[in-house]
């Protein structure tokens, strides 16, 4: 609930109609796509590169909104909606967003990191809700508008937290640490992802890191201790650090990894002296460290090992990796949506870890900057050692191809298109087969798995 007092108290909003209730007269939640709106709800008209949310005001208002957050007011608006003028709605939205974090004694853990942080912030999510009532954004509202949409979810009854955290240039996670003021940091790892804007790792880990500088002296720094560049990010933060990883250094460490291909695997979990088996559907050894992160919150948040043991086999993430029925009796691995050189090599190795025979379609990976060559070389020369058979596509198929053929790859064959794509395999797919699809999403090659799927 979110009053007309608190939104002028924390705006400086001038109130332009009045609603019915006056300034008592609280919303339900607040939304910033007018199909959202719902009976009850602010209404936040943001203004972007392509569309102005005060284009929108009266289907909001269709939809049942009842407040309207505005830089312009419209000329006329029915009896009880009430309309709040301010500069910036987006700046207005920010102090919204501030003034509920201000007043609300949760504990906040944020996340960042160039892949898996969506992953990341389930699981901790999901061993947090163990013991504690745990809000965690939903879906990408992990931006300087999304954050704080969630942060205005918060309730007297919410006691932790989980905010994962994007970017797309320096200074927006710190942006975003001030918002949220988080008393807990987790940083996954840093690869070339956003290298064509940022133009080095270096600056990619810098933008990283300032969550951590965020966070307060009390706080908790959980960082990879298998990541260099993470690791070497220990001394730009007060808070106390806590490591995790697969090596003897690590406070939080996995290893023993028995893979069931699909069907996840299984790792050895220690901390403190003390070892438990931990037993998780996630595909994919590269989700260890996704885990690990995981479990590190658990520990600093006062779980016992053998609970975050417990939650963590129990955790079911949705994530954006599918595996559907594909032609001829083969299964196709879907990671289609998008793509990096970390997540694609990890892609590789997990196709690597399924019975019979392995193809893998790979495109594209955009915005690679000064990395673009080396990063689809890169999972060129893995796909030598993980595939029987690779597709490359895209503008950047012979870099992959060119690799993997020097590499030693005794089948590399390079598809100028979908329609080639789907022909090819058609042919090709045989019963047993995986077949894994990954690229950049600009090359939606989703369409590829929809066309083999069974």
């Not at 944020?110 to 389930?122: A, D, F, L, R, W």
């Amino acid at each position: 609930m979110l009053t007309v007092e608190e939104i002028v108290e924390a705006t400086a909003a001038k109130l332009t109609a009045a609603p019915e209730n006056g300034r008592s007269q609280a919303f339900q939640r607040v939304v910033v796509d007018s199909r959202q709106a719902n009976p009850g709800s602010l209404f936040v008209a943001l203004k972007g590169e392509r569309v102005d949310g005060h284009d929108f005001i009266s289907d909001a208002i269709a939809r049942g909104a009842t407040g309207l957050l505005v830089h312009l007011p419209p000329v006329e608006v029915p009896a009880g909606v009430a309309v709040l003028q301010v500069a910036d709605p987006l700046a207005a939205l920010w102090a919204l967003a501030r003034q509920r974090r201000e007043r609300s004694r949760v504990r906040v853990i944020g996340i960042t990191g160039s892949v898996g942080k969506t992953t990341c912030k389930e699981l901790t999510a999901s061993v947090l809700s163990l013991r504690y009532v745990t809000l965690k954004n939903e879906g990408n509202l992990n931006t300087e508008i999304g954050l704080p949409l969630t942060l205005l979810e918060l309730t007297s009854q919410h006691q932790a937290a989980v905010l994962e955290m994007g970017m797309f240039a320096a200074g927006d996670i710190a942006l975003l640490c001030e918002l949220a003021r988080p008393d807990v940091g987790v940083i996954t790892n840093i690869g070339p992802t956003h290298m064509e804007r940022l133009g080095s790792l270096e600056a990619i880990a810098a933008a990283k890191a300032e969550l951590i500088e965020s966070l307060p002296a009390e706080g908790v720094a959980i960082l990879s201790r298998d990541d260099p560049l993470v690791s070497a990010l220990a001394g730009r933060t007060k808070a106390r650090v806590l490591w995790y990883g697969t090596t003897a250094e690590s406070d939080i460490r996995g290893d023993s990894i028995e893979s069931r291909g699909l069907d996840g695997f299984s790792f050895d979990l220690t901390y403190a002296g003390e070892t438990v088996r931990v037993s998780t559907p996630l595909p994919g050894r590269h989700n260890l460290h996704n885990l690990l992160a995981a479990a590190a919150v658990g520990l600093t948040e006062g779980l016992s090992l053998a609970e975050v043991a417990e939650a963590l086999g129990k955790a079911r993430p949705t994530f954006r990796l599918r595996v559907v029925a594909g032609a001829n009796g083969s299964t196709i691995i879907d990671d289609s949506y998008n793509a990096s050189p970390i997540s694609v090599l990890a892609a590789l190795d997990l196709l690597a870890e399924t019975p019979g025979r392995h193809l893998a379609l790979l495109g594209d990976m955009r915005e690679l900057g000064a990395a673009e060559a080396e990063g689809h070389a890169a999972i060129g020369r893995r796909g030598a050692s993980t595939t029987d058979v690779l597709y490359a596509t895209g503008e950047k198929a012979s870099l992959i191809a060119d690799a993997a053929r020097a590499a030693g790859h005794p089948d590399v064959r390079i598809v100028h298109d979908r329609a080639e794509a789907i022909e090819a395999l058609k042919q090709d797919l045989r019963a047993g087969d995986h077949l894994l699809v990954k690229a950049s999403r600009a090359l939606e090659l989703e369409r590829v798995v929809q066309a083999l799927a069974r």
